[in-house]
Nanobody
Framework: QVQLVESGGGLAQAGGSLRLSCAASGRIFSRNGLAWFRQAPGKERQFVAGIRWSGDSTSYADSVKGRLTISRDKTKNTVDLQMNNMEYEDTATYYC???????????????????WGQGTTVNVSA
């Protein structure tokens, strides 16, 4: 079992920054993948970024490349999502998810992730 708890959501202005954090605990290993997905009201859940728990491989949705950065904090056992130059379209509930093995093919697939956090909400004012 893997437990995931997100934090860091809130209100941001367009062009501003926000940092989300996902605290992971339980049976998690270097090969596992952690990812951020987001879901805006009335829209489907979409992949944002993923990282191998070891921190040596990442994957990003094209829409966020260059603005959002996923990273692993080994001292805190967290996976963080740094959001810069935020846009109104970043408004969503952000979910942290974990799967058994990280790879580029399955990282963007929500159904490939067995464990999910409760989500943290981000609102960006235009």
């Amino acid at each position: 079992q893997v437990q995931l708890v997100e934090s860091g959501g809130g209100l941001a202005q367009a062009g501003g920054s926000l940092r989300l954090s996902c605290a992971a605990s339980g049976r998690i290993f270097s090969r596992n993948g952690l990812a951020w997905f987001r879901q805006a009201p009335g829209k489907e859940r979409q992949f944002v970024a993923g990282i191998r728990w070891s921190g040596d491989s990442t994957s990003y949705a094209d829409s966020v490349k260059g603005r959002l950065t996923i990273s692993r904090d080994k001292t805190k056992n967290t996976v963080d999502l740094q959001m810069n130059n935020m846009e109104y379209e970043d408004t969503a509930t952000y979910y942290c998810a974990a799967n058994l093995v990280f790879d580029q093919r399955t990282a963007p697939i929500a159904k490939a992730h067995a464990y999910w956090g409760q989500g943290t909400t981000v609102n960006v004012s235009a």
